[in-house]
């Protein structure tokens, strides 16, 4: 019953943008700390923003900062992240995740028990 759906994954050239977002259902984004993560082939999976559900407190990786932007409608109970100025490292498959709200978010699966099945992101010329 509780479930995360990601969409707007696809191609991109190097330079462009995409948006991706995530639907939840059976839970309320509002009450939790949400974060997206991502795993290319051969390498370790990487928390790339969170945004905590009170203080609105955000995390980025060093990766990403100044290009992505994660954010949250409560009333769609839909969370999205932005991505600008996309590189072929960023190429990977994204995750959309949801926590219990004990503390600010942190950019650690660990701390995320609802997770979205992923959507893949391909930046290539």
């Known amino acids: 019953q509780l479930q995360l759906v990601e969409f707007g994954g696809g191609l991109a050239q190097p330079g462009g943008s995409l948006t991706l977002s995530c639907a939840a259902s059976?839970?309320?984004?509002?009450?939790?700390?949400i974060g997206w993560f991502r795993q290319a082939p051969g390498k370790e999976r990487e928390g790339v923003s969170c945004?905590?559900?009170?203080?609105?407190?955000?995390n980025y990786a060093d990766s990403v900062k100044g290009r992505f932007t994660i954010s949250r409608d409560n009333a769609k109970n839909t969370m999205y992240l932005q991505m600008n100025s996309l590189k072929p490292e960023d190429t990977a498959v994204y995750s959309c995740?949801?926590?219990?709200?004990?503390?600010?978010?942190?950019?650690?699966?660990?701390?995320?028990?609802?997770w979205g099945q992923g959507t893949q992101v391909t930046v290539s010329s």
């Open positions: 995740a949801a926590g219990l709200p004990f503390r600010q978010c942190q950019l650690s699966a660990k701390n995320y028990d609802n």
């Open positions: 059976g839970f309320s984004l509002e009450y939790s700390n």
């Open positions: 945004i905590s559900s009170s203080s609105g407190t955000t």
